[in-house]
T-cell receptor
Framework: GESVGLHLPTLSVQEGDNSIINCAYS??????FIWYKQESGKGPQFIID?????DKRQGQRVTVLLNKTVKHLSLQIAATQPGDSAVYFC??????????FGKGTTLSVSS | EADIYQTPRYLVIGTGKKITLECSQT?????MYWYQQDPGMELHLIHY???????EKGDLSSESTVSRIRTEHFPLTLESARPSHTSQYLC???????????FGQGTRLTVV
């Protein structure tokens, strides 16, 4: 599968490949993390979340990994499809505050 | 499908005009948020509310103001629009502070 180093703005993959999108978060006190998908002209759509007491969580075709030691979050998409093409944002939240978003990664899937 | 609605979707307005961007949600969420997003960029928090009569400024300084008179309604107002206010404004709500936030479709504002 294709992977990127710590935040690259774009990722291009072939249909059927696995995609890995990385994110570095800023606040060691953050205890909740979310990945959102944003398609052109639309608001962000929830994909998967994880709390700081976990290091891995799986959904349908997606997995989020959390490494608190290096403040790193990743989103893995299995068998990437053209419909997965969008901008992906990670977001973190410290208790009692609102979501703070990172820079997005544009995923392009070619068939 | 999230039950959070923003109007208008698109707005082109002249400099100096007063505008209000509407946001309503039917999920009974106490927490509501406004984010500003320039094309291709990340979302920046400009206002949030944890309940009726509660509003706070976010991390990004904004000349806009908000009010929260009813749980379901969180309008954002610009008293005097300027070209620098041209951006997309996204409203969101959540049940708790540590649960997912649901976003509206956004209002794309252009000030000429």
């Amino acid at each position: 599968g294709e992977s990127v180093g710590l935040h690259l703005p774009t990722l291009s993959v072939q249909e059927g490949d696995n995609s890995i999108i990385n994110c570095a978060y800023s606040n060691s006190a953050s205890d909740y993390f979310i990945w959102y998908k944003q398609e052109s002209g639309k608001g962000p759509q929830f994909i998967i979340d994880i709390r700081s007491n976990m290091d891995k969580r799986q959904g349908q075709r997606v997995t989020v990994l959390l490494n608190k030691t290096v403040k790193h979050l990743s989103l893995q998409i299995a068998a990437t499809q053209p419909g997965d093409s969008a901008v992906y944002f990670c977001a973190e939240k410290k208790a009692g505050t609102a979501l703070i978003f990172g820079k997005g990664t544009t995923l392009s899937v070619s068939s | 499908e999230a039950d959070i609605y923003q109007t208008p979707r698109y707005l082109v307005i002249g400099t100096g005009k007063k505008i209000t961007l509407e946001c309503s949600q039917t999920m009974g969420h106490d927490k509501m948020y406004w984010y500003q997003q320039d094309p291709g960029m990340e979302l920046h928090l400009i206002h949030y509310s944890y309940g009726v009569n509660s509003t706070e400024k976010g991390d990004l300084s904004s000349e806009s103001t908000v009010s929260r008179i009813r749980t379901e309604h969180f309008p954002l107002t610009l008293e005097s629009a300027r070209p620098s206010h041209t951006s997309q404004y996204l409203c969101a709500s959540s049940r708790d502070t540590n649960t997912e936030a649901f976003f509206g479709q956004g209002t794309r504002l252009t000030v000429v």
